[in-house]
Protein backbone atom coordinates (compact mmCIF):
# COMPACT_ATOMS: atom_id res chain seq x y z
CA UNK A 1 0.00 0.00 0.00
CA UNK A 2 2.85 2.48 0.67
CA UNK A 3 4.09 2.19 -3.02
CA UNK A 4 0.35 2.71 -4.29
CA UNK A 5 0.77 5.73 -1.98
CA UNK A 6 4.15 6.81 -3.59
CA UNK A 7 2.44 6.40 -6.86
CA UNK A 8 -0.23 8.16 -6.08
CA UNK A 9 1.70 11.55 -5.05
CA UNK A 10 3.76 10.86 -8.19
CA UNK A 11 0.82 10.91 -10.12
CA UNK A 12 -0.57 14.15 -8.71
CA UNK A 13 2.75 15.12 -9.05
CA UNK A 14 2.83 14.50 -12.40
CA UNK A 15 -0.35 16.18 -13.06
CA UNK A 16 0.46 19.73 -12.15
CA UNK A 17 3.38 19.24 -13.83
CA UNK A 18 2.12 18.64 -17.07
CA UNK A 19 -0.32 20.99 -16.46
CA UNK A 20 2.69 23.71 -16.17
CA UNK A 21 4.14 22.35 -19.05
CA UNK A 22 1.01 22.78 -21.18
CA UNK A 23 1.06 26.46 -20.12
CA UNK A 24 4.30 26.99 -21.06
CA UNK A 25 4.30 25.10 -24.19
CA UNK A 26 1.04 27.60 -25.15
CA UNK A 27 2.98 31.23 -23.82
CA UNK A 28 6.14 30.09 -26.10
CA UNK A 29 3.98 28.98 -29.07
CA UNK A 30 2.18 32.51 -28.53
CA UNK A 31 5.28 34.50 -27.68
CA UNK A 32 7.76 32.10 -30.46
CA UNK A 33 7.56 31.31 -33.96
CA UNK A 34 8.22 27.52 -32.60
CA UNK A 35 7.88 25.35 -29.46
CA UNK A 36 8.90 22.19 -31.36
CA UNK A 37 12.50 22.58 -30.05
CA UNK A 38 11.30 22.41 -26.44
CA UNK A 39 8.82 19.01 -26.61
CA UNK A 40 12.31 17.01 -24.82
CA UNK A 41 12.16 19.83 -21.82
CA UNK A 42 9.01 19.85 -21.56
CA UNK A 43 8.78 15.98 -21.60
CA UNK A 44 11.29 15.79 -18.61
CA UNK A 45 9.40 18.93 -16.82
CA UNK A 46 6.26 16.51 -16.86
CA UNK A 47 7.20 13.42 -15.76
CA UNK A 48 11.01 13.89 -14.59
CA UNK A 49 9.80 16.61 -12.36
CA UNK A 50 7.76 15.04 -10.19
CA UNK A 51 10.71 12.33 -8.95
CA UNK A 52 12.58 14.76 -7.56
CA UNK A 53 10.34 15.97 -5.25
CA UNK A 54 8.40 12.49 -4.52
CA UNK A 55 11.42 10.10 -3.91
CA UNK A 56 12.68 12.76 -0.88
CA UNK A 57 9.23 12.09 0.42
CA UNK A 58 9.15 8.82 0.22
CA UNK A 59 12.68 8.46 1.80
CA UNK A 60 11.38 11.20 4.66
CA UNK A 61 8.06 8.90 5.00
CA UNK A 62 10.03 5.79 5.55
CA UNK A 63 12.35 7.62 7.73
CA UNK A 64 10.00 9.94 9.94
CA UNK A 65 6.76 8.45 9.55
CA UNK A 66 6.94 4.83 8.57
CA UNK A 67 3.42 4.06 10.19
CA UNK A 68 0.55 2.75 8.21
CA UNK A 69 -0.34 3.15 4.52
CA UNK A 70 1.14 6.30 4.66
CA UNK A 71 -2.62 7.86 4.27
CA UNK A 72 -2.06 10.18 7.13
CA UNK A 73 -0.11 13.90 7.28
CA UNK A 74 1.22 13.85 10.84
CA UNK A 75 4.23 15.93 10.54
CA UNK A 76 3.39 19.09 8.38
CA UNK A 77 7.03 19.13 7.43
CA UNK A 78 7.04 15.82 5.77
CA UNK A 79 3.97 17.37 4.11
CA UNK A 80 5.55 20.16 2.50
CA UNK A 81 8.11 18.39 0.62
CA UNK A 82 5.00 17.39 -1.44
CA UNK A 83 2.64 20.50 -1.33
CA UNK A 84 6.03 23.09 -2.11
CA UNK A 85 6.18 21.77 -5.66
CA UNK A 86 2.51 21.70 -6.45
CA UNK A 87 1.99 25.34 -5.01
CA UNK A 88 5.25 26.33 -7.40
CA UNK A 89 3.35 24.60 -10.30
CA UNK A 90 -0.23 26.38 -9.72
CA UNK A 91 1.73 30.42 -8.61
CA UNK A 92 3.88 29.61 -12.18
CA UNK A 93 0.40 28.89 -14.19
CA UNK A 94 -1.45 31.86 -12.98
CA UNK A 95 1.47 33.87 -14.17
CA UNK A 96 0.84 31.85 -16.82
CA UNK A 97 -2.38 33.04 -17.54
CA UNK A 98 -2.21 36.15 -16.85
CA UNK A 99 0.93 36.86 -19.19
CA UNK A 100 -1.67 34.59 -21.86
CA UNK A 101 -4.87 36.64 -21.31
CA UNK A 102 -2.64 39.99 -21.82
CA UNK A 103 -1.40 38.60 -25.14
CA UNK A 104 -4.98 38.07 -26.55
CA UNK A 105 -6.24 41.36 -25.34
CA UNK A 106 -3.42 43.40 -27.46
CA UNK A 107 -4.34 40.43 -30.62
CA UNK A 108 -7.88 40.63 -30.38
CA UNK A 109 -7.62 44.75 -30.22
CA UNK A 110 -5.11 44.70 -33.04
CA UNK A 111 -7.48 43.04 -35.57
CA UNK A 112 -10.41 45.94 -34.88
CA UNK A 113 -13.10 43.90 -35.16
CA UNK A 114 -16.59 45.26 -33.83
CA UNK A 115 -16.78 45.58 -29.81
CA UNK A 116 -19.34 43.53 -29.15
CA UNK A 117 -17.47 40.52 -31.20
CA UNK A 118 -14.11 41.19 -29.15
CA UNK A 119 -15.65 40.93 -26.00
CA UNK A 120 -17.23 37.95 -26.47
CA UNK A 121 -13.81 36.50 -28.68
CA UNK A 122 -11.90 37.42 -25.23
CA UNK A 123 -14.27 35.64 -23.00
CA UNK A 124 -14.47 32.57 -24.96
CA UNK A 125 -10.42 32.65 -24.79
CA UNK A 126 -10.11 33.42 -21.32
CA UNK A 127 -12.85 30.67 -20.10
CA UNK A 128 -11.01 28.21 -22.10
CA UNK A 129 -7.98 29.06 -20.92
CA UNK A 130 -8.98 28.72 -17.22
CA UNK A 131 -9.78 25.03 -16.66
CA UNK A 132 -6.66 23.78 -19.63
CA UNK A 133 -4.14 25.74 -17.24
CA UNK A 134 -5.84 24.93 -13.63
CA UNK A 135 -6.20 28.22 -12.97
CA UNK A 136 -9.32 27.58 -10.28
CA UNK A 137 -6.46 25.95 -8.19
CA UNK A 138 -5.29 29.53 -7.13
CA UNK A 139 -8.46 29.75 -5.15
CA UNK A 140 -7.39 26.42 -2.85
CA UNK A 141 -3.47 27.00 -2.67
CA UNK A 142 -4.66 30.55 -1.26
CA UNK A 143 -7.17 28.49 1.61
CA UNK A 144 -4.56 26.40 2.53
CA UNK A 145 -4.89 22.78 3.89
CA UNK A 146 -7.26 23.58 6.77
CA UNK A 147 -6.89 22.04 9.85
CA UNK A 148 -9.60 19.83 12.04
CA UNK A 149 -12.82 17.95 10.39
CA UNK A 150 -15.40 21.09 9.96
CA UNK A 151 -18.06 21.90 7.35
CA UNK A 152 -15.65 24.49 5.62
CA UNK A 153 -12.77 22.02 5.42
CA UNK A 154 -15.49 19.30 3.73
CA UNK A 155 -17.19 21.92 1.42
CA UNK A 156 -13.79 23.12 0.15
CA UNK A 157 -12.88 19.70 -0.20
CA UNK A 158 -15.69 18.41 -2.24
CA UNK A 159 -15.75 20.72 -4.48
CA UNK A 160 -12.02 20.91 -5.03
CA UNK A 161 -12.36 17.07 -6.12
CA UNK A 162 -15.32 18.33 -7.97
CA UNK A 163 -13.03 20.41 -10.32
CA UNK A 164 -10.14 18.38 -10.41
CA UNK A 165 -11.98 15.61 -11.84
CA UNK A 166 -14.18 17.44 -14.36
CA UNK A 167 -10.96 19.74 -15.04
CA UNK A 168 -10.05 16.70 -17.74
CA UNK A 169 -13.47 16.55 -19.07
CA UNK A 170 -14.48 20.18 -19.81
CA UNK A 171 -10.77 20.44 -21.46
CA UNK A 172 -11.77 17.86 -23.91
CA UNK A 173 -15.14 18.93 -24.49
CA UNK A 174 -13.88 22.04 -25.50
CA UNK A 175 -10.96 21.36 -27.07
CA UNK A 176 -11.73 18.25 -28.80
CA UNK A 177 -15.47 18.07 -29.20
CA UNK A 178 -16.85 22.05 -29.63
CA UNK A 179 -13.35 22.71 -31.69
CA UNK A 180 -14.34 22.66 -35.52
CA UNK A 181 -10.94 22.33 -36.52
CA UNK A 182 -11.05 18.85 -34.99
Known amino acids: ?3 AQSLAQYCVGANYAWAMAEGLFLLRLLVATSGRRCVPA ?4 GWGV ?3 FVVPWVVLRYLYENEGCWER ?7 WV ?3 PILVAVAVNFVVFVRIVRILV ?3 RAHQVSRGDTRLRLARSTLTLIPLLGVHEVVFALAGEGEGGGSLR ?3 LCLHLLLTSAQGLVVSVLYCFTNKEV
Not at 42 to 45: A, D, G, I, R
Not at 73 to 79: G, Q, T
Open 73 to 79: NEKVAVW
Open 42 to 45: FLLL
Open 1 to 3: CRV
Open 50 to 52: PVL
Open 82 to 84: IRC
Open 154 to 156: LAR
Open 106 to 108: AKV
